[in-house]
T-cell receptor, first 113, second 114 residues
């Protein structure tokens, strides 16, 4: 079945460490997105990519980095510069076109040890 | 900029009660509107959508009508079930080529008791 796979489901990080969250899709979607979700809040856009080798900052990009070397993959690195990284991270993708909905993975929960 | 405002939660209902979750939006153009649902520990799933004024989106007994005059997209269901307990997000997309940014509301937690 086609879908979006995020791994790992749970991730723990020590202070000062960088950590990379994986996102893979086999839906042949051009666009991919990373969101952060905090308890009781909506989703906030971190980065998005509309095509391979190109990406744009979202609303809260500071302390994060991404790459888009392949169409199916959009990994997110949470750097040590991100002061409050504990959150639920969601990856999404969408087909080309103005009215296409986004499809989401099951998320990665990141916690600081 | 674009924004979405949802009714504050949490909402608690008894099984078979009528559900309304209010959603209003602010946008510069003519956005597409979406409702997503999130079950505990999972990602979001598309529930329904509407792409132009007066469109009605529907799925699994849920409905929402795109009201341009009141800039609203309220979610309704005539008879809720325990399995409908989840967080519901209203979202809009202004539309860009090759994928669209979504602006989300804060989400409304729904709990349905037997």
């Amino acid at each position: 079945d086609g879908g979006i796979t995020q791994s790992p489901k749970y991730l723990f990080r020590k202070e000062g460490q960088n950590v990379t969250l994986s996102c893979e899709q086999n839906l042949n979607h051009d666009a991919m997105y990373w969101y952060r979700q905090d308890p009781g809040q909506g989703l906030r856009l971190i980065y998005y990519s509309q095509i391979v080798n190109d990406f744009q900052k979202g609303d809260i990009a500071e302390g994060y980095s991404v790459s888009r070397e392949k169409k199916e993959s959009f990994p997110l690195t949470v750097t040590s510069a991100q002061k409050n990284p504990t959150a639920f991270y969601l990856c999404a993708s969408s087909q080309p076109g103005e009215y296409q909905p986004q499809h989401f993975g099951d998320g990665t929960r990141l916690s600081i040890l | 900029g674009d924004s979405v405002t949802q009714m504050e939660g949490p909402v608690t209902l008894s099984e078979e009660a009528f559900l309304t979750i209010n959603c209003t939006y602010t946008a510069t153009g003519y956005p597409s509107l979406f409702w997503y649902v999130q079950y505990p520990g999972e990602g979001l799933q598309l529930l329904l959508k509407a792409t132009k004024a007066d469109d009605k989106g529907s799925n699994k007994g849920f409905e929402a009508t795109y009201r341009k005059e009141t800039t609203s997209f309220h979610l309704e269901k005539g008879s809720v079930q325990v399995s409908d307990s989840a967080v519901y997000f209203c979202a809009l997309s202004e539309g860009e080529t090759s994928g669209s940014r979504l602006t989300f509301g804060e989400g409304t937690q729904l709990t349905v008791n037997p």
